[in-house]
């Protein structure tokens, strides 16, 4: 080590993953010319850290009799997670809950009606922490993730459609009620970024279909004899 050597700087906030090439270069401090040789080895990097990558998924699916269903799951992926296939983690920790539920409304209706209206809700939230501070090496705490670089979305939906199962005795609203078939749609999603503080979307969709089979009773095609 030579006396004029003080030591290794850095500028800005390196980033090992984004390093292509390395420039050295010496910087002559004394006040009188230097000469000799330079001799630069090659370059490894030591104490590489290897942390465990952690995944897990639990689900669980709950029946009331006949009337209700409900599927619930959690999954869980560390940011150091990686298949075989791919040779580095996705950097982020991250979070899934999902909750699925069918309700057979007109199980609560008398049988005699002949009515089924099924009801279908899901709800999931999804979280992403950084392990890492944007175009950084800096490690964030886990525990204490800033808001403003962290990746939030919660969705919740539902929808329901009515339908007959049975035929009515009067002609008039066989021909009628009995054809038609409303549905319903809503969702809503909430979700945050480190670009946007807060993204709303809402969704609403309704429809209403009528059919009306035709048999062969209603047309009658004939030949004419000359």
């Given at each position: 080590?030579?006396?004029?050597?003080?030591?290794?700087?850095?500028?800005?906030?390196?980033?090992?993953?984004?390093?292509?090439?390395f420039t050295v270069g010496i910087t002559n401090q004394a006040n009188e010319p230097?000469?000799?040789?330079?001799?630069?080895?090659?370059?490894?990097?030591?104490?590489?850290?290897?942390?465990?990558?952690?995944?897990?998924?639990?689900?669980?699916?709950?029946?009331?009799?006949?009337?209700?269903?409900?599927?619930?799951?959690?999954?869980?992926?560390?940011?150091?997670?990686?298949?075989?296939?791919?040779?580095?983690?996705?950097?982020?920790?991250?979070?899934?809950?999902?909750?699925?539920?069918?309700?057979?409304?007109?199980?609560?209706?008398?049988?005699?009606?002949?009515?089924?209206?099924?009801?279908?809700?899901?709800?999931?939230?999804?979280?992403?922490?950084?392990?890492?501070?944007?175009?950084?090496?800096?490690?964030?705490?886990?525990?204490?993730?800033?808001?403003?670089?962290?990746?939030?979305?919660?969705?919740?939906?539902?929808?329901?459609?009515?339908?007959?199962?049975?035929?009515?005795?009067?002609?008039?609203?066989?021909?009628?009620?009995?054809?038609?078939?409303?549905?319903?749609?809503?969702?809503?999603?909430?979700?945050?970024?480190?670009?946007?503080?807060?993204?709303?979307?809402?969704?609403?969709?309704?429809?209403?279909?009528?059919?009306?089979?035709?048999?062969?009773?209603?047309?009658?095609?004939?030949?004419?004899?000359?």
């Amino acid at each position: 080590r030579d006396k004029h050597v003080t030591g290794v700087q850095t500028c800005a906030l390196p980033i090992f993953s984004s390093i292509q090439y390395f420039t050295v270069g010496i910087t002559n401090q004394a006040n009188e010319p230097i000469s000799g040789d330079v001799w630069l080895d090659e370059l490894r990097l030591s104490g590489v850290k290897k942390d465990r990558g952690v995944a897990m998924r639990v689900q669980s699916k709950f029946n009331l009799a006949d009337l209700a269903t409900s599927t619930v799951s959690y999954s869980r992926k560390d940011a150091n997670f990686h298949v075989l296939q791919q040779r580095l983690g996705s950097n982020a920790n991250s979070e899934n809950f999902r909750v699925n539920t069918n309700v057979q409304l007109h199980k609560l209706m008398p049988k005699s009606w002949g009515l089924n209206i099924p009801l279908n809700t899901t709800f999931s939230h999804l979280e992403n922490r950084p392990k890492y501070f944007p175009d950084s090496d800096i490690q964030v705490n886990q525990k204490n993730v800033p808001d403003s670089i962290m990746t939030r979305k919660q969705e919740i939906s539902f929808s329901t459609s009515l339908t007959k199962s049975s035929k009515s005795d009067n002609k008039f609203i066989k021909s009628t009620l009995d054809k038609i078939k409303p549905s319903f749609t809503a969702s809503q999603s909430k979700s945050s970024d480190p670009l946007n503080s807060e993204i709303l979307n809402e969704k609403y969709s309704g429809k209403v279909s009528y059919s009306y089979p035709f048999s062969r009773d209603n047309f009658k095609i004939g030949r004419a004899h000359v």
